[in-house]
């Protein structure tokens, strides 16, 4: 069964950089078989996705993130992370990292780890 | 590129069947049969329901079917059921390769 878990501060203050780690139970994040995404969810909000990495090297972003985003991978770990720089109050959310299948849908995903932009 | 377009809200009595509509363009779902849907309780995460337009993936209750035509996706739940009560996004790939999802359509069960 796969099983994907996200940790990280649960509080960062404006202008500093969010990061957050999804550690992969069950599957390989280098297997070259899924992407791996993380997506968030504001207070309220609906879904955004944000964006993944493939293959444990080949990314790709949201164009409206991607000047503040990094996704890399640790194979090492079974991990990937997500680094999201000089966050503001906009950027509060529940991130959830998931699996995402060829077919472009996510079939597993993290319980959420919530993160408050706040001094 | 703007979120996918659903209904903010529906609801229907037990027993009943409802409908979510999911609008997007001719550069997503009007072009691609990878539309998904996703089941949300809160507090939980996302579950997915249905996947390329209309599959459902194993264990997920044939109550859930899912249908598009032209740039419009819709999620079919029949014989509601009060566990049924959740929110409701869509998804879809669209060109350029990003994923949208939509805004989300919160399901009542009166």
């Known amino acids: 069964q796969v099983q994907l878990q996200e940790s990280g501060p649960g509080l960062v203050k404006p202008s500093q950089t969010l990061s957050l780690t999804c550690s992969v139970f069950?599957?390989?994040?280098?297997?070259?078989?899924?992407?791996w995404s993380w997506i968030r969810q504001r207070p309220g909000k609906g879904l955004e996705w944000i964006g993944y990495i493939y293959n444990s090297g080949s990314t790709f972003y949201n164009p409206s993130l991607k000047s503040r985003v990094t996704i890399s991978g640790d194979t090492s770990k079974n991990q990937f992370s997500l680094r999201l720089s000089s966050v503001t109050a906009a950027d509060t959310a529940v991130y959830y990292c998931?699996?995402?299948?060829?077919?472009?849908?996510?079939?597993?995903w993290g319980q959420g780890n919530m993160v408050t932009v706040s001094s | 590129q703007s979120a996918l377009t659903q209904p903010a809200s529906v609801s229907g009595s037990p027993g009943q069947s409802i409908t979510i509509s999911c609008t997007g363009a001719s550069s997503d779902i009007g072009d691609y049969n990878y539309v998904s849907w996703y089941q949300q309780h809160p507090g939980k995460a996302p579950k997915l329901i249905i996947y390329?337009?209309?599959d459902r993936p194993s264990g997920v209750s044939n109550r859930f079917s899912g249908s598009k035509s032209g740039d419009t996706a819709s999620l079919t739940i029949s014989g509601l059921q009060a566990e049924d009560e959740a929110d409701y996004y869509c998804?879809?790939?669209?060109?350029?390769?990003?994923?949208?999802f939509g805004g989300g359509t919160k399901l009542t069960v009166l």
């Open positions: 998931a699996r995402e299948n060829d077919n472009i849908y996510f079939d597993y």
């Open positions: 390329d337009v209309s």
């Open positions: 069950g599957d390989s994040i280098s297997s070259g078989i899924y992407y």
């Open positions: 998804s879809s790939y669209t060109s350029g390769t990003t994923r949208l």
